[in-house]
């Protein structure tokens, strides 16, 4: 009997998961517009030490190695096909959508290391820093620099009336008092217009000037979902851009396409490890379906209650669980030193890299 065909529409932390797990149950193919699966929330780490991202970049290839890869741009989906920038058509039994969030990055391997390799000379050249945004990209990537590099004079900008609003104040106050103890100066409720840098300063929202010699944009990147709306699957779009899904992370209205990760419409925080825990469930209900196996018995998502760990350097973090919030070594220990690289790169089913491959 010919194999069951699953095309997986975005190689992020959902979609690489997805796709490797179900290589060997169906014919597989993986649609992403770039060759390599990044760990995202390692990325900020290699900005002040571009060799970890040697570790954080996969190629496809490495973990996918019984399925196809097709480094393009889905375009459109009919209700047995998906079209791609490059004119390929794709046919499929199943389908996944993880497409996370829109991120404007290269295609190869080389030319994101070498971003890295640019982001960190910028930091490197620079005495005074400005981060526009405070949610964990922006604390996470002040924690960082302030740790590297101490002499330098980090400003960060948030338009929220305090940090890292995604969750509770108690972190986010601890989150700050941290900062301010590395020299970070915090601007609360103020926003910053790139079109006014002039001579060296920047000028934001409520009239203050901030001298920087260059400045990191860390605000949140629209749902990569907007194709959608011109497909098959533009009745399953809600407002804000999420697609619609069921208990069993099927799509509103299909039996036969799955939503995985943060473009779902699921009412938690947007989070790596929650993304690979939406792989696992739709990927256990495809083995089901692709046997013959009965609806009735699929595997349901529940979603998780408040619960996240913010990097604050290499050592320390705060975390919110759900019965208390902690800063310090203790939260570092769980997600600061390694970034969960290695167990990351462990349930893709690579070793260690020697080579970053």
Known sequence: MEAKKVVVVGGGIAGALIAKSLQFHANVTLIDSKEYFEITWASLRGMVEPSFAERSLIPHRSYLTNGHVVSSTAINITDTEVLTADGSVIAYDYLVI??????????????RLK?????NEKIKGADSILIIGGGPTGVELAGEISIDYPEKNVTLVHSGYRLLEFIGPKASNKALEWLKSKRVKVKLEQTVNLDSFSEGAYVTSSGAVIKADCHFLCTGKPLGSDWLKKTVLKGSVNEFGSLKVDVNLRVEGRKNVFAIGDVTDIKEIKQGYLAQQHALVAAKNLKLLITGGNESKMATYKPSGVMAIVSLGRREAVAQFPFTTLIGIAPGFIKS??????KTRKQMGLEPPSCGC
Do not use: C, M
């Open 337 to 342: 030193r390694d970034l969960f690289v290695g």
């Open 98 to 111: 993880a497409t996370g969030h829109a991120d404007d990055v290269p295609q190869t391997r080389r030319e």
């Open 115 to 119: 971003q890295y390799q640019a982001d």
